[in-house]
């Protein structure tokens, strides 16, 4: 057939078209000016210098490349906040264009398809429903109402820390505290140990070991590594790995407990119960038959999963960290000790009220908060529109990481940063409220913790009681050199080993 143009019109229109497209696409990539970064290889972009300690690997990177990074996760783009200024500039300045979550597999299937709070993308549902968990859970009031539970749960770890002769595993009883004041319901000792089957108690040995390994395999799964995440092409890849699988398996593990979790509540006769004070879920249930706001089933299941998930481990890795470094630091526990020892007298006890009086255990928590932030890289954001910060572009979709480890290790803002030393906040103005960019455990901005009050008296009536009450020493034949210090990987971060101590 003879060449004819006109009859190739039709098809060269668009295809001068894409052509037209790609080359101002490029043009205009070319002149983004992207952060400085290492370099990415092909596909895998810089996915093989993250380690299990992402953070620990980012802030390595970070100390060669600068406070604000850019590097290819995979196919995703991402940017590294390292510093306090870069901080400022996405948390505060351009907040409003970085505060989404990026969609993440284990995140949407977990969340319901990101009906939750802390995994939900910026928007009018996530909005909705963080103003009605601020209300109902979060709020002075309510605060204030589950104080007697958190005193109980608090007597409850030094009674049993007291009954024991032998070295205590403190990350155990640590843990099973910060739980169960999740967790209880009402003024009864009847406890849903995250969800365990309705009605009935919580026995350590059996339902309590069955949750705890269901919830450390959620942890394990949002840590874990889904093709989908990194090469949105390769996503059938998760299949075939069995990443799926596992993700549906725990999936169906929590839903269940959610379900009777929720069926219970919804039953008249456990609702009339006497001693039983109004908890989250009735709550959100309340709001739900009123119709005042858009809470399904799945809202609730999806806030439950916040509070188990981010409500309770953070707490106990935060307490964890303390004890171990008062450890290793014999005159600050002394001092801890005489401090709230003399505030507290012979009361036989530390309440929540004795605890504004206690400013050098606040000094010690922030320097914890500094060397050992519990939620290192907070949780992932993802940038809405373009911004500019430090003269860089940052455009829509990038991945953000703000790496509070690497803050608290800057020797532009901290002396001596790698010693622990709480003095350093005697006399200082610097607070973890979210205003102070040199520290910031609890993140900042329009996605900063709502749980930060009810997480800080949980640590900080727990840290004043264990003080109070015990002398602590090493186990037999270990010396405060044997303390393992080593990070175990996940989003909030705990302890590799547990700790072990003599309570005198
Ligand atoms: C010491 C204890 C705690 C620490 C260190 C901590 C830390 C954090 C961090 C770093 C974030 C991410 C902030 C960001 O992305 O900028 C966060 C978010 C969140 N935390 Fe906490 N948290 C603690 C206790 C709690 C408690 C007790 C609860 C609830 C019972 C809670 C509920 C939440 C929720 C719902 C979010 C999501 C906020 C949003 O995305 O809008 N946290 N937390």
Not at 185 to 205: D, E, F, N, V, W
């Amino acid at each position: 057939m003879a060449y004819s143009p006109i009859l190739s019109l039709p098809l060269l229109l668009p295809l001068l078209s894409l052509s037209l497209y790609l080359l101002l696409r490029r043009n205009k990539k070319k002149k983004l000016n992207l952060p400085p970064g290492p370099t990415n290889l092909p596909i895998v972009g810089s996915l093989h210098r993250l380690g299990l300690l992402q953070h620990r690997s980012l802030f390595a990177l970070s100390q060669k490349h600068g406070p604000l990074m850019h590097l290819k996760l995979g196919n995703i783009p991402a940017v590294v906040a390292s510093s306090a200024d870069t901080a400022r500039a996405f948390l505060k300045t351009h907040d409003l264009d970085c505060c989404s979550r990026p969609l993440l597999t284990s995140f949407d299937r977990l969340s319901y398809g990101f009906k939750d709070v802390v995994l939900a993308p910026f928007g009018e549902q996530w909005r909705e429903l963080r103003k009605v968990c601020i209300i109902e859970l979060f709020s002075t009031k309510k605060v204030l109402s589950f104080r007697p539970i958190r005193q109980e749960e608090v007597d409850r770890m030094v009674g049993s820390i007291a009954s024991q002769t032998d070295a205590v595993n403190l990350s155990e009883e640590l843990m099973s505290l910060a739980s169960h004041i999740t967790c209880r319901q009402g003024k009864q000792p009847t406890y849903i140990y995250i969800l365990t089957a309705i009605g009935k108690r919580y026995h350590a040995a059996g339902e309590g070991s069955r949750v705890k390994r269901i919830l450390a395999e959620t942890q394990a799964l949002f840590m874990g590594f889904f093709f989908e995440d990194y090469f949105p092409m390769l996503g059938w890849l998760d299949r075939l790995t069995g990443m799926r699988a596992r993700l549906e398996r725990n999936f169906f593990e929590l839903d269940r407990f959610y379900q009777e979790v929720i069926d219970q509540h919804r039953d008249p006769a456990w609702r009339r119960e006497e001693d039983r004070a109004e908890d989250a879920i009735d709550a959100l249930l309340n709001i739900q038959k009123r119709g005042e706001a858009n809470v399904t089933d799945e809202h609730i299941k999806g806030v439950l999963m916040n509070i188990f998930i981010a409500g309770s481990d953070t707490s106990s890795a935060s307490i964890e960290w303390t004890m171990a470094e008062l450890m290793r630091h014999p005159s600050v526990m002394r001092k801890a000790q005489n401090e709230v020892r003399s505030v507290v007298g012979k009361k036989g006890k530390v309440e929540e009220s004795d605890l504004d009086r206690l400013q050098y255990l606040k000094c010690i928590l922030k320097e914890v908060f500094r060397v050992h932030p519990t939620v290192p890289l907070l949780v992932p954001r993802e940038t809405i529109q373009h911004c500019r910060v430090d003269g860089y572009d940052v455009p829509a979709k990038t991945r953000l990481l703000i790496n509070t480890l690497a803050i608290g290790r800057d020797a532009s803002i901290w002396k001596r940063p790698e010693e622990f030393d709480p003095e350093r906040f005697v006399g200082s103005d610097i607070d973890f409220k979210g205003h102070d960019f040199e520290l910031i455990p609890f993140g900042a901005g329009r996605r900063i913790c709502p749980g930060m009050g009810v997480g800080i008296l949980v640590v900080e009536l727990a840290l004043a009681n264990l003080l109070y009450s015990f002398n602590w020493e090493l186990p037999k034949g270990t010396t405060k050199a044997d303390i393992d210090m080593n990070e175990a990987p996940g989003v909030t971060v705990h302890r590799k080993s547990h700790l072990y101590l003599v309570a005198k």
